[in-house]
């Protein structure tokens, strides 16, 4: 069936004005001033849109799909991602990685997990790997996972500057990120390597020393929870304006976030002033991953769970409580992840495009539908779809 949406407000990120937009085969086939098509109620859904706004589905570049943690024992590994946590965020696309425990969180369970989120109706990738090098593969190592693997699209998340991760060094976290783009050459993917960046000293230098002393261009290499601190901030900064991308975790545990320097929303208006071109930045949730709390000694005392539904929360709040025009804020969620991880059919509306969108109310900036692949998700604020076991 054709679907044919109609006088809503576009954002494709970048705004298009009042438009038309069909949708066919789960594509986007045409934008227009105003579309007509004859047919009939069986080969076609019409969809007023009026005084609503049209945007692309979000991108969600860093979950932990199939759960995470167990910091604090086997009774804290956290639960996987639901199909409906996906859909009450608008998140559309979205990509697995493994965190701490790349023991009893596998690869064969993140690919198996991966391509049930597909059958289900949203589009869903995954990384090679997890904190520790050298990384736990699929087929024995990150580029033949990248080649032979559809679902595998880069490595990752891989930790540097943590108490916890397997303290890489230079020349093998250059190595991994050779393989992973030697990778996404051949398979052409984007082949990025996803890098959680814990609290220590380090910060970005090993990143910064690699991309001095190497080939490998500063693009590969895609740093995640920035806003861990202050000092971080700072050093993100100063990355992102020698051409690398910088990612901000929307999901926190900080019970005084909204008076918090280091709520996303709030961060991206300041390094939009400090001159980081928009393009760079990035926002992930982290969602179900183990926000876990150590002490001084990096003992563990507490724990929490990363939520999806902080990515919109935290888009939405960069315009309407940073006043950060709307298509910038979108850009964080939308075509910036699709431009790192070259997701190239997302991220935008444009014809020939997966028809992923969202439908707002223009009042609240509240989603009220979601559209994945041209299928409805949600329909005037109900379910269509659910997970196969909620």
Sequence with gaps: MLKLIKNGEL??????????????????AAIEKE??????KNHLELIDATNQLITPGLIDGHVHITGGGGEGSFKTRTPELMLTDCIEAGITTVVGVIGTDGTTRTMTNLVAKAKGLNEEGISCYCMSGNYHVPVKTLTGSVESDLILVQEIIGAGEIAISDHRSSQPTKAELARLASEARIGGILSGKGGVVNIHVGDGKGMLTLLEEIVDETEIPIQQLWPTHINRHADLLEAGIVYAKKGGYIDFTTSSLNPDLEHSELKCSRILRRVLEDGVPINQVTFTSDGQGSLP????????????????KSLFTEVRDAHVKEQIPFDQALKVATENPANVLKLDAKGTLKPNKDADILILSKDHLEINSVI???????????YVVKGTFE
């Design 11 to 28: 954002f494709s990120p970048e705004y298009l004005g009042v438009k038309d937009i069909l949708i066919a085969d789960g594509k986007i």
């Design 35 to 40: 579309i007509e098509i004859t047919a009939s």
């Design 293 to 308: 709390k150590f002490n001084e000694d990096k003992q563990f005392i507490g724990l929490g769970v990363g939520k999806v």
């Design 372 to 382: 994945a692949n041209g299928r409805w998700l949600m329909k005037d604020n109900e």
